[in-house]
Every structure is written in C-alpha cells, then in structure tokens.
C-alpha cells in the first residue's frame, strides 16, 4: 500500500536511520548505503549528501576513509542525541501515566538584547516537554533534568530551577489547557494515526528494501511527533487523547516492518568496525 507521508528533512531521516542502524552498535557506515536507502526513501542524492556534510560540519557525524570509500559514525553528541530518542520511544512512551504530580518549574530574565539565546532556551525547553505558565516562568510535569540545556545555552546566571507541587484545590486540567496547545498537539497524533493506521491491515505485500525505507519514514515522523509533545499527565487529559491509539498504532506498524527491514539492511548496508 502507499502511504501519504508529510515531508520529512533529510536531517530527521538521517537520525532515525542512524538510531536503527548505527546506535550501539560500534561501527561507520558506508555514505554509499545511506544514499541508496534514503534514495529509497525518496531522498535525492545530492540533498543526502548535503545533509551528511553539514552534520559532520556540526559535529553530528564523524568521517573517515577507508581506500576509496568514505564512512560515518556517531559522536558523543549525536549518540546522545539518539539515546533520547531512543529513551522516548520505547521507555517512557508517549502516554504520562505514571505522575506523581510533580512539576518541573523553570524561570528566567534575559536582557532585552538577548533574543536569540531567548529563542533558543524557548526552543529547547519546548523540545524538552515545557510549556509557558506565564512570561517568564515554564513548567513540566515530573522532574526534568536541564541542567545540559542550561549550560549548553551559558545560561547558569539567568536562569532557577525548581521542583514543586501544586497546592489542594489547584485545577490541573485548566492549568494544563491554559499552557499548551491541547487541540494542536491532539491533532498530531491523530494525523499520524490516520496515516499509519490503515497499514496495519492492508493485505498487500512490499519488497522486503521498501520495508527498510518505510521503517525510516515511520520512526522519523513518529520522534517528530512526540518531540514536540510533552508527556503530560493522561487523568488531567481529555478522555479520548489520541495518543493512546497513535502510539499502539506506531508500535503495530514497527513490529510489521521490523523482519523484513532488518533483512534489507544486511544487504544494502555496508559497515566497518568503529576505531
């Protein structure tokens, strides 16, 4: 069957592609394979070139050579990257249902000046699961650790982190609604979902390389999903939140794929032993 996917950059492949193929596993991978499975996935070689070279510049890849042949692996800051990944997908999921009614409070005072490191702290606390209780002051359920984030930005001396809970009586639910944008986040789940879900129980038949390149593309949009959704506590959500079923159906999808992807990455994946 033919799945109608939203546009994916070649940067977000590129990490899915490394979280399957390379995390943990200690070893580079040829560029040559990575253009024939993202050619399979759509992606022209020159843009997965493109995206290869501007990773090594940021220091996403490392690169090396072996006779006329070039590979890639992973540095401490791509592999770290990727176990957060990792970590969201298969361990804490995308459903909160273990809070333990613990919050995350972070506040910050930056000079006017300062509006790339505001964009950028803003952006990063986003992708960390915050939301904007008031100017100023953000909050996550549970307990956060953004200490790197903090420290990445050089930010030590703007900026407080708290942990607390709310006081009896405190409406959680309207103080969840008020943060974040409910309906958009709901809305990419069920996006997601009605663009997977049929999969699920089409009867037709892939070729076991086109199960590799559709692997990619459902983990990539998957982490794109849930990075930019925080885990907020389910019994303070509405009862039918889509994320439930968005997950359940990633998951059924990924065990499909899995065999059949896994044997086209022995054939079309060319490796050699990390240094």
Same mark, same amino acid.
């Given at each position: ?96 249902? #273990?809070?333990? @009614?613990?919050?995350?409070? *972070? +506040? ?7 509006? /790339?490191? !505001?964009? =950028? ?23 956060? #650790?953004?200490? @790197?984030?903090?420290?990445? *930005? +050089? ?7 708290? /942990?607390? !809970?709310? =006081? ?108």
């Amino acid at each position: 069957m033919r799945v109608t996917t939203p546009a994916l950059r070649p940067q977000s492949l590129l990490l899915s592609f490394l979280g399957d193929e390379v995390l943990g596993r200690g070893v580079c991978v040829y560029t040559g394979s990575v253009i024939e499975v993202f050619r399979r996935a759509g992606v022209g070689e020159q843009a997965t070139r493109s995206t290869l070279t501007r990773m090594v510049a940021r220091g996403l890849l490392s690169r090396r050579r072996e006779g006329r042949r070039t590979y890639v692996g992973l540095t401490d800051r791509s592999e770290a990257i990727l176990r957060d990944g990792e970590r969201r997908i298969w361990k804490t999921g995308a459903v909160n249902r #273990d809070w333990d @009614g613990t919050w995350t409070l *972070l +506040g910050f005072s930056l000079p006017e000046s300062w509006q /790339r490191q !505001r964009h =950028d702290l803003r952006s990063q606390l986003t992708w960390a699961g915050f939301g904007a209780l008031f100017s100023g002051l953000w909050i996550a359920p549970g307990e956060i #650790d953004v200490s @790197g984030i903090v420290a990445e *930005l +050089g930010l030590a001396a703007h900026v407080k982190v708290f /942990r607390a !809970r709310a =006081d009896t009586g405190t409406d959680i639910a309207g103080m969840i609604d008020e943060t974040w944008d409910l309906g958009e986040l709901a809305a990419r789940y069920r996006e997601f979902e009605a663009a997977w879900r049929p999969f699920v129980s089409d009867d037709t038949d892939i070729t076991t390389e086109d199960a590799l390149a559709v692997r990619l593309r459902l983990t990539s949009e998957w982490l794109q999903v849930i990075r930019s959704a925080p885990r907020l506590p389910v019994q303070h959500l509405p009862a039918d939140w889509p994320a439930v079923g968005a997950e359940e159906t990633f998951r059924a999808v990924h065990g499909l794929l899995d065999a059949p992807a896994r044997d086209a990455a022995r054939r079309l994946i060319e490796t050699v032993p990390a240094e």
